[in-house]
């Protein structure tokens, strides 16, 4: 999008595909700002396995921990890969203790930096037990010669890596001593995270990482609904939507869902059921992606996403099947942080405006209450930067303009309801904080932490959640 390349940041999950060493790999980027992090945290429902990169230099990030914490409760296998080894930064061993602090997991290193900052001159395979270096003074290309070395006592050696000899041995003696060997089922259970160093901008120790990832990544695995659990290698299919995009052709104004298939296989033009609508589909232009570039596709098996064209028929969780009726669970919308009334800047574009706040709101990365005292329109995000790239596309995609006011809000509650009379009550007392989000649910919109613990206790029978799924 313009306005990502106008910042330098991702704002949206972004999709593509590739087949690398025989392999069909599905990339789900997320972004990294914590301000975008409900997205991230939606779009790990979808994955089987995560690659997690770290600032060489920042080390772990708070939005990180929180993303750990996600895959920690799903117990989604983790990689991290130590990024920008081309400049300075922490000591490697200071930053392999704080991944293992903060992250709360066990980690491993696979490769291992050979010098960094301006002498970074590449990396040690510890699976292959192979040297990869750069080619050229200006570190820009892989060296075409990979160099094998089974003895790291070889003369040979300080051939390649001289100044820094000595000190890559301590290394990497102290890296065998201090970490266990590698066992791929500790990855897989979500107990150790391998870890991998490089420079993504030079294309360095990306090779490593992805050929030791399609050797001991997961293939797609079991998915959880409300009836069952589904296998992927069963023959009916199935998947649910995860994502919402709209206008990813600039050209066409048109909106995609994009859905991950859980089981059996997805053929183009064949009905399915959305089990949500109750009513059978047909897609005649699913899409595939790499990057901004789609094409269509006739089949797509377990583990891929596709790209289904919306008219309004989606939301983020629909599940579709060959006639089964079931919900794929797990895919929450959590409670915003921040909030503010969205009013209308130009009277003559009002259509637009309400056109654009849906189907952004669609998207899943802001969530839209409206009050039922008064009908004022709140949207509620996980972070500031968000109002601004909302205000930006309703101006540039949909050519409505609007502006914000302040509005002291605490958090977005949802409600589960055990006593009637006591929902009734609560309705009169607190009949100003009541809105409806987008699906026609009822929430409470509590404006201070104090305001929320004192309906907590007078109104027992009355649960509120900070996830819609509950």
């Known amino acids: 999008m313009e306005i990502e390349r106008q910042r330098g940041i991702s704002v949206s999950t972004s999709v593509m595909e590739f087949e690398y060493g025989g392999c069909k790999v599905n990339i789900l980027d997320t972004p990294g700002h914590q301000d975008f992090a409900e997205d991230t945290y939606r779009t790990l429902t979808a994955v089987d396995s995560v690659i997690i990169v770290v600032d060489h230099a920042k080390g772990v ?20 890969f130590v990024n920008k080894l081309d400049r300075p930064g922490l000591d490697s061993f200071d930053l392999l203790d704080e991944l293992e602090r903060e992250l709360q997991i066990k980690v491993r290193p696979l490769s291992w930096p050979i010098s960094e900052g301006p002498t970074f001159k590449g990396v040690y395979n510890l699976m292959e037990e192979r040297l990869f270096l750069f080619s050229d003074e200006q570190r820009q290309t892989v060296a075409d010669e990979v160099v094998e070395i089974s003895d790291l006592n ?43 160093f490089g420079s993504a901008l030079n294309n360095f120790g990306v090779k490593e990482l992805l050929e030791c990832f399609i050797k001991i990544a997961p293939h797609p695995r079991s998915s959880r609904t409300d009836v069952r659990e589904v296998q992927p290698t069963e023959d009916k299919m199935s998947g649910f939507v995860f994502k919402r995009f709209a206008n990813l052709d600039p050209n066409h104004r048109n909106r995609i869902a994009f859905l991950k298939i859980c089981s059996g296989v997805f053929e183009r033009n064949k009905p399915y059921l959305h089990v949500g609508l109750g009513k059978t589909m047909r897609f005649s232009s699913p899409n595939a992606f790499l990057a901004d570039k789609k094409s269509i596709v006739d089949f797509a098996y377990p583990g891929d996403i596709v790209g289904l064209p919306d008219t309004g028929s989606f939301k983020i969780g629909d599940t579709l099947t060959e006639g089964e009726i079931m919900r794929f669970q797990g895919i929450p919308s959590f409670s915003p942080e921040l909030f503010r009334y969205v009013e209308n800047a130009d009277p003559l574009k009002s259509k637009q405006l309400a056109k654009g706040l849906e189907q952004l709101t669609d998207e899943g990365v802001a969530q839209l209450f409206v009050l039922q005292s008064n009908g004022r329109k709140v949207i509620g995000t996980v972070g500031a930067l968000q109002f601004e790239v909302i205000q930006y596309r309703l101006e540039h995609e949909y050519g409505a303009r ?9 958090k977005a509650c949802w409600m589960e ?16 904080n009541l809105a409806r989000d987008k699906q026609g649910r009822e929430v409470f919109l509590a404006d ?12 027992p029978g009355i649960k509120f959640h900070f996830t819609s799924e509950f």
């Open 448 to 459: 201070s932490p104090y305001s929320l613990q004192m309906a907590i206790e007078k109104f």
């Open 154 to 196: 070889s003369p040979e050696l300080d051939k390649y890596i001289k100044p820094f000899t000595s000190k890559f041995l301590e290394d990497i003696e102290l890296v065998r001593e201090v970490y266990p060997e590698f066992n791929r089922d500790t990855y897989l259970s979500g107990e150790v995270a391998p870890v991998f």
């Open 417 to 432: 309801v055990e006593d009637r009379k006591q929902l009734d009550d609560f309705r009169l007392r607190k009949a100003n």
């Open 402 to 410: 609007c502006r914000y006011e302040g509005i002291t809000l605490h």
């Open 61 to 80: 990030e708070a939005q990180t921990r929180k993303l750990m914490e996600v895959c920690r409760m799903r117990r989604t296998p983790v990689i991290v």
